[in-house]
C-alpha cells in the first residue's frame, strides 16, 4: 500500500502477519514492524490499503473489521492502532459491520471513502463526517430500500470517476 504522498513510504503485511512500514532514505530501505499501543495484537488476514487523506493505513484484520495504524507522537514506534466499528458504544460487541478476509474486498476511493464486501456479503461503507467514522450497508439505486445484496467478488474503485464496482 504505497504512501501516494509520499513515495519513499510504503505499508504491506508481512509473512508474519503484522503491518509493516518501509521508508526509503537514500538508496536504502528502513523497514519498521508496527506495534500496537492499545494491547491487542490484531493481525492482517486481507487486504492493506493506504488511505492518504487521513493518513492511515487500514488493513483487514483476524477480528474481521478494518483495522487501522495512524501517526503518533506519542507511541513508541510513531503510530497507534485502532480499527473501525459501528457500534462506538461497545468496542468489542459484535455489530453489522464485519468485513469478509477474503483478497480483493477493501477499497478506497480518491476521496477518502472505504467501500467493502462485508461477511454478509453486502456492499458497505465507511465515511468520515463532523470527526467520526460513519458505517452505512449500501442500497441498490434503483430501489433505494433493497440494500446492495450477495456481493460475490472483488471491488474495484475507478479513480477517475469515483465509481465503486463489483461482481454481484
Same mark, same amino acid.
Given at each position: ?7 519513499? #513510504? ?14 526509503? %532514505? $537514500? ?7 508496527? +506495534?500496537?499501543?492499545? !494491547? /491487542? ?6 487486504d492493506v490499503?493506504y488511505l492518504?487523506?487521513?493518513? +492511515? ?12 495504524? $495512524?501517526?503518533?507522537?506519542?507511541? /513508541? ?6 480499527? +473501525?466499528?459501528? @457500534? ?9 459491520? +464485519? %468485513? ?10 480518491p476521496n $477518502? #471513502? ?14 468520515? #463526517? /463532523? $470527526?467520526?467514522? @460513519? ?7 434503483? @430501489? ?8 460475490? !467478488?472483488? %471491488?474495484?474503485?475507478?479513480? @477517475? %470517476? ?5 461482481? !454481484?
Amino acid at each position: 500500500a504505497p504512501n501516494i504522498n509520499n513515495p519513499n #513510504e510504503v505499508f504491506y503485511r508481512g509473512i508474519d502477519n503484522y503491518i509493516y512500514v518501509a521508508n526509503k %532514505i $537514500g538508496s536504502v530501505w528502513n523497514i519498521k514492524k508496527l +506495534l500496537f499501543n492499545d !494491547g /491487542s495484537p490484531i493481525l492482517a488476514v486481507g487486504d492493506v490499503r493506504y488511505l492518504p487523506q487521513h493518513d +492511515l493505513a487500514l488493513y483487514v484484520g483476524s477480528n474481521n473489521r478494518i483495522n487501522l495504524f $495512524g501517526r503518533s507522537t506519542s507511541t /513508541s514506534t510513531g503510530f497507534y492502532h485502532w480499527y +473501525l466499528t459501528s @457500534n462506538w458504544n461497545c468496542y468489542w460487541c459484535i455489530s453489522n459491520d +464485519l %468485513i469478509s478476509p477474503t483478497v480483493g474486498t477493501l477499497q478506497t476511493t480518491p476521496n $477518502g #471513502e472505504v467501500f467493502y464486501r462485508g461477511i454478509d456479503n453486502k456492499m458497505h461503507r465507511y465515511y468520515y #463526517e /463532523s $470527526g467520526n467514522w @460513519n458505517h452505512q450497508i449500501l442500497s441498490s439505486t434503483y @430501489n433505494p430500500t433493497h440494500p446492495v445484496d450477495f456481493v460475490k !467478488g472483488d %471491488i474495484v474503485v475507478d479513480p @477517475n %470517476i469515483n465509481c465503486v464496482f463489483y461482481k !454481484g
